[in-house]
């Protein structure tokens, strides 16, 4: 069973048809490059440097609603699924001129609760996801 973790939210000034497509071309994630087809029961794969070190990470598309909703399972290692990882969840509702977005963790497995030094570093990291995805999706070009 899943254990929600982390929560963070930002309020982006851009509709949720541009947060979408900066949410699916990575913009949450400078540096990354992200391989899926989007579509549920597929695979997302992760690669690209964190702190300096380079990284490739895996998962599995858990729901899609364009514009509204995206889950995903990550881990990160081998392909195969470990005992213990977590679904990273994204939910885009309206928000006055602009676009709500909630970025939700949930932890799965053996290792699912968490101390709350590890909770505020998950939502220190997502926090910065989220600035990420606001500055792209709000970048007028």
Do not use: C
Not at 14 to 20: H, N
Not at 70 to 94: K, M, N, Q
């Amino acid at each position: 069973m899943a254990k929600q973790v982390a929560e963070v939210v930002a309020v982006i000034e851009a509709e949720a048809t541009r947060v979408w497509t900066a949410l699916k071309q990575g913009a949450a994630m400078p540096g990354t490059r992200i391989e899926t087809d989007w579509q549920v029961g597929h695979p997302i794969v992760f690669s690209g440097s964190w702190k300096g070190m380079a990284f490739k990470d895996y998962g599995e598309i858990q729901q899609v609603a364009p514009e509204y909703e995206v889950a995903f399972s990550h881990w990160s290692g081998s392909a195969e699924r470990p005992a213990d990882y977590h679904i990273v969840r994204y939910r885009l509702t309206p928000d006055g001129r602009g676009t709500r977005v909630t970025l939700t963790q949930f932890n799965v497995g053996p290792k699912a609760d968490v101390d709350a030094a590890t909770r505020a570093e998950f939502e220190k990291n997502w926090r910065m996801m989220l600035d990420g995805l606001k500055k792209s999706a709000e970048d007028v070009h």
